[in-house]
């Protein structure tokens, strides 16, 4: 049997989209986490999300044998200015989530998500000069049909999900590009972050704030915010490094949808006609993505002779 020289690139191509699916799937579902925190301030929150990160990344390091890169990595500037800017980027996404989650606002971080994938879409294509196929041009036509709606139904709130937008597909860009590892890259970037987490925390309680919360549940979700945190961002930054970019933006449907119905069935804001038209319109989109990932599959398989 011949095999096109691609198998490789194909085999990290699917180990990618399992990873990306995985990544974005925890993504969906942390509106419910950080509602459970409510009585905690969102950048209280965030700073908890980065301080509690570095024993786990540390852990993670050692586990991977990847200390030697990150030491490597330090030492040259260039990539650590990178990684100051990705730092500062997904810091900002946090807290803008954060606060949308816990001021009612589920449904304008999901617009905001289901924005993220068109911005990768073009970023991938003008930047990684990634090409498309028609069908998958007409997935992304489909999809801007639909989140137009979705714009329009959500006018008052659309800042926080254009700056979600933005913050994040520009994050997932640079960390492609960025040569350092999934788990190294992060572990510096939490490392960047910390002195500022620290000090932020320090202030607001001895400001009286309740930091830590008001109750022992409190105490405990805050203990795992370094898993609800390290977790899904390494799965992401992993997925980035094995896929197309656009496939990645694709992927990105299933967050979003998923913070939809939370903040739908579970949360109870209001579920309008633009919803309903933009729902159907996305998800139909993904189907036509989809289908042109498994036609190009296809084709880069010789068939057996």
Known sequence: MNRHPNMEASRKARQGFALGVAAYGLWGVLPIYFKALRAIGPVDIVAHRILWSVPI??????LFRAWGEARSVVRNPRVV???TVTALLICGNWLLYVYAVNSGHILAGS??????PLANVLLGRV???ERLSKLQWAAVALAAAGITALAVGALGQL???LVLCLSFASYGLLRKIAPVDAVAGLAIETVLLSPFALAWLIFSYTSGQPTFGNSGTDIALIAVAGVVTTVPLLLFTAAARRLAYSTLGMLQFIAPTLQFLIAVLLYGEPFTRAHAIAFGAIWAALGLYVLALVRHARAAVTIPE
């Open 111 to 116: 617009l905001g998500y289901y924005l993220n």
């Open 57 to 62: 990344l540390a852990l993670l390091l050692s």
């Open 81 to 83: 200015r990178l990684l």
């Open 159 to 161: 800042w926080i999900s």
């Open 127 to 129: 930047v990684l000069k």
